[in-house]
């Protein structure tokens, strides 16, 4: 199979912070903010292997949109956390970069596949 750099490494994000995630229930006993971390923090690759199996250009864009979306929602979850004490800087601060690496990932594979496609923002 292909290497997909994206959805490799949404997929390795994913479980780093399911891994973060368990930490929190069974240690920390925080369920509330930790499931929407979590939540957020799967999506992303959930919808990176939706778009790759997109049915047009719009349905790829689009997916990989809302990928980006997550990824910068799931940093929110994992700064309110660590402000909140439930998290650590070193805890903290390599998911933090991954997640921007992959926003910058994901807004480039969106931007350029508009422009290949001569998509408008709000044909997605």
């Given at each position: 199979?292909?290497?997909?750099?994206?959805?490799?490494?949404?997929?390795?994000?994913?479980?780093?912070?399911?891994?973060?995630?368990?930490?929190?229930?069974?240690?920390?006993?925080?369920?509330?903010?930790?499931?929407?971390?979590?939540?957020?923090?799967?999506?992303?690759?959930?919808?990176?292997?939706?778009?790759?199996?997109?049915?047009?250009?719009?349905?790829?864009?689009?997916?990989?949109?809302?990928?980006?979306?997550?990824?910068?929602?799931?940093?929110?979850?994992?700064?309110?956390?660590?402000?909140?004490?439930?998290?650590?800087e070193g805890q903290v601060r390599p998911l933090l970069e991954e997640s921007v690496a992959l926003t910058r990932i994901l807004t480039s594979?969106?931007?350029?596949?508009?422009?290949?496609?001569?998509?408008?923002?709000?044909?997605?």
């Amino acid at each position: 199979m292909k290497e997909n750099l994206i959805r490799d490494r949404s997929y390795q994000f994913a479980l780093r912070v399911v891994s973060l995630y368990r930490v929190q229930i069974e240690q920390k006993k925080e369920f509330v903010l930790s499931k929407q971390m979590v939540r957020a923090g799967t999506s992303i690759g959930a919808n990176v292997e939706e778009a790759t199996a997109g049915q047009s250009r719009a349905d790829f864009v689009s997916k990989m949109s809302i990928a980006s979306k997550e990824v910068r929602e799931c940093n929110y979850w994992l700064r309110l956390l660590k402000d909140a004490g439930y998290l650590t800087e070193g805890q903290v601060r390599p998911l933090l970069e991954e997640s921007v690496a992959l926003t910058r990932i994901l807004t480039s594979i969106v931007k350029s596949t508009r422009e290949n496609s001569n998509l408008q923002k709000g044909d997605s």
